[in-house]
């Protein structure tokens, strides 16, 4: 059974930098990924990480966060940097099995969320 815990969430003036982590225990080689949702609106893919490494991300973060992995910790990390007001949301951790890692993939297993409140 996969376990997923994220902490690092909190608030951040626009222009800044926050990091997610996500903790995860119960997987070998899984893809990884980290989704949001904002109030009233829907969930959305922010970028992915496959077990070969490679990455996906949104075009509305691609260049500002970084998605990565921690394999000995089991660790998995979302760095945001100039961060937005529009970034403002839940930020949920996200694993699955199989080849397809993408933004759009069917993740099965999923964490609490951790939530981000960017301000001008």
């Known amino acids: 059974q996969v376990q997923l815990v994220e902490s690092g969430g909190g608030s951040a003036q626009a222009g800044g930098s926050l990091r997610l982590s996500c903790a995860a225990s119960?997987?070998?080689?899984?893809?990884m990924g980290w989704f949001r949702q904002a109030p009233g609106k829907e969930r959305e893919g922010v970028a992915t990480?496959?077990?070969?490494?490679?990455?996906n991300y949104a075009a509305s973060v691609k260049g500002r966060f970084t998605i990565s992995k921690d394999n000995a910790n089991n660790t998995l990390y979302l760095q945001m940097n100039s961060l937005k007001i529009e970034d403002t949301a839940m930020y949920y951790c996200?694993?699955?099995?199989?080849?397809?890692?993408?933004?759009?993939?069917?993740?099965?297993?999923w964490g609490q969320g951790t939530q981000v409140t960017v301000s001008s």
């Open positions: 119960g997987y070998s080689t899984y893809c």
């Open positions: 990480l496959a077990s070969a490494g490679r990455t």
């Open positions: 996200a694993a699955r099995s199989g080849a397809h890692c993408y933004l759009l993939s069917d993740f099965r297993y």
